[in-house]
């Protein structure tokens, strides 16, 4: 199973910044398309005040900084060249994580989106949206919420595919600035599916793609859990999606890169469970060879043979 | 604004050390010298049983570690040389730390002062002395104490500039080794103001510059805090720096290389509030290109393109 | 006191893996000899269901992963060309851990070094046993499965050497995972050298030699403990190594590489004990001039000027 899409995580929550200018980012897209990597996705255009292209809505709505530069732009117009193609995310206010309530991030996407397909949309690299607030078992009740915004999204252009990452709520569902690295009362896979038939359901429609992250559960849970995601992508008509995270969630160094051993073995087990495509969270600092984190060279070097063997086994 | 200053972060609490010799602290002098910065201040001489020089007061009577290399007659002669300042940061023994008491710290440096004053005093960099310890709102009662240890160094060198670098107890004002990130109970500006009247009341003559650490409250805080320091600096005499953090205080990983934009946003809200000067802590695990910490040689570039765009916009 | 040994740390519980080829081990394996590393000691053959070679019956019995690399065979072949001693390290299957009980890892490794003498044994440099599992005072209970499998390993393979590493219960005794870098609980040399006397006894004639892990006690508190530990292994007849820690257990990062100084400072110390050899916990991350920790490198340049110092001393 190949990975052909990366997010791009600016703006991030806690992942530290590689301080990259646009020469860094050329290279980065670059190493990318030399992997197969045909599909860029914003993590998110902004996140709280900070926002990744100078919006005329969040600067004097939301109070949100004027960012050093349009990375926005910057990264279409790699994209364009590369012949990638670019899903933009949507802008989390935090207000959500704050109080629960998603109608601030409705009401401010409904700007956003109106504003960044008028200024951008008419890159050809312009393919897709991904609703960038990480939805869960626990959030069941904002599915309609999430319905909205897809479908606005889609409303203005034309239809373009909108793309969900959310996670399954194992063992390693924890936060990132908390101490530990596992947790007691994980998901049951009963459970898991129940719950995720309720969210596709309201889902439906809007929503064309769901890449769940694979990093929460254990390694030998990995074929049981895909094995239902995609059963319930399938039956209801989302394209099936693995979100394979780089990083090692195993550590307590939050986070650098993953082993490429665990790597494989989720990449693997997406490729059991027939799914549609991996992407991953993120080359950039994780697999990247120019990544400030020089394991990401050696995992971007082990990878590549990996492509080579199964290229040979093919 | 400017960054002229950096701290030396020898010995350090919670920044993990880099193991350079006096090659690398050469070209690192040189690259700061490159960006403009004219002055060094040593964080600490010592911190409980590891000190930076040779001290045979420190090694008899406080049982110090004799240190592998004399870090303040390198750095010296590396100023000397490349005609910058050098501050030198007083012995903290962690008593204080420990028991609240200041009086291990007045009656140990009494003797540091002295000896290094005439170990060192020649050196034509040597051009102030930077109160280590770091007082905040809950050291209030520590006051005379700094007051004494700073006329005690301005009086064994005819009265050379005094510094202090405190911290505003803000929503990020956490334990390094604490797993949170943020906490409750930070300190309003009314307070703030209150208190470090106080304070200023008590170490005026004695201390010449403040530089507060600009990374402990939000960035939209930044002009209200900054506006008030600079007041209450002017009304005691006193010289207003900013302490400009070069890591990032938002991550889970404790510490790394801020966000060039961080940093900006804080260095021109300094200007804004008309500042006297910018030092950061520190150059060399998060600006310098040679930083183990990959990032920090992004982020001295993006630093180095905002010099031009301010000479630019001059 | 020269370094003259280090762990592999594959598999490993808390430091992120570096993805390294065969290349990458090849050129470490020659910067360890350059600094007169003869012995490398495989940290453990697996971990719960990581392991480091194809073992059936790891792979049949106890649902292991089959490795994408035999790691076992790679560093035999490096030792087999470089002159360099291999310490096979047990399994670890996690259920000690997770039970306290050692059955099951008495059971399990039965089989593991049966398969792996027989596989590998034939190679010149496999000339001892790790016994992986850590020993420490709160684990008495298990020093007759200690001598048990000790027994075992020398059965098979004409009395090769074995070797443990515990940890001594000082103030630093913390899981890498918690927040915390100190506790209050430490152990008093008096219970110290009481429990570890108990534990000798047991162990005597199954365990060659024991390598204390240096780190989780304060610098002044060295020169009493390692005396006391060459005193218990000389009175039970067994080789006193330590474990020189060269990552820093003082710093919020767990873990980065440790300052020289430290590193110094314990190594002076087993000299001063008259301990027989000096390994280090490990070479690759955090000594090695290729490891993703930049420090790294500077600690080996640090220390082979040591080295020198040392020489022109003797």
Redesign the interface.
């Known amino acids: 199973m190949k990975i052909t899409g990366t997010f791009l995580d600016e703006i991030?929550h806690?992942?530290?910044?590689?301080?990259?200018?646009a020469k860094?980012w050329r290279r980065d897209f670059e190493h990318m398309k030399a992997i197969g990597i045909d599909t860029v996705i914003l993590i998110r255009s902004g996140y709280r005040?900070?926002i990744t292209y100078p919006s005329a809505y969040l600067i004097k709505e939301q109070?949100c900084?004027h960012?050093?530069v349009d990375l926005v732009e910057l990264f279409l117009q790699l994209a364009d060249e590369l012949d990638m193609q670019f899903y933009f995310g949507l802008y989390d206010s935090g207000k959500y994580w704050d109080s629960g309530d998603m109608q601030h991030e409705i009401d401010s996407n409904r700007f956003v989106i109106d504003e960044v397909w008028k200024n951008y949309g008419h890159h050809k690299s312009f393919r897709g949206w991904y609703l960038s607030m990480e939805i869960s078992r626990k959030t069941r009740g904002a599915t309609t919420a999430f319905r909205t915004l897809g479908l606005q999204c889609k409303a203005v252009s034309n239809g373009l595919p909108t793309l969900i990452s959310p996670w399954i709520d194992g063992k390693k569902a924890v936060m990132?600035?908390?101490?530990?690295?596992t947790k007691e009362d994980a998901v049951s896979l009963k459970a898991h599916e129940q719950e995720w038939s309720e969210i596709f359901a309201g889902i439906q429609g809007a929503v064309d793609a769901v890449a769940f992250q694979d990093g929460h559960i254990d390694?030998?849970e990995l074929d049981d859990f895909f094995a239902v995601n995609k059963k319930m992508a399938d039956h209801f008509g989302l394209q099936c999606w693995t979100n394979a995270e780089s990083f090692?969630r195993d550590?307590?160094?939050?986070?650098?890169?993953?082993?490429?051993?665990k790597l494989?073995?989720k990449l693997e087990a997406a490729r059991r469970a027939g799914y549609d495509k991996a992407i991953t969270f993120e080359f950039s600092h994780f697999m990247s060879p120019q990544?400030?984190?020089?394991?990401a060279g050696?995992?971007y070097?082990?990878y590549k043979?990996y492509l080579e063997e199964i290229k040979g086994a093919e």
Do not use: C, T
């Open positions: 991030s806690d992942i530290p910044h590689q301080n990259w200018g860094e005040r900070f109070q900084y960012p050093p990132a600035a908390s101490a530990v690295i390694y030998h090692d550590m307590p160094i939050k986070f650098l890169p993953i082993k490429f051993e494989r073995l990544s400030a984190y020089l394991q050696h995992l070097n082990r043979e």
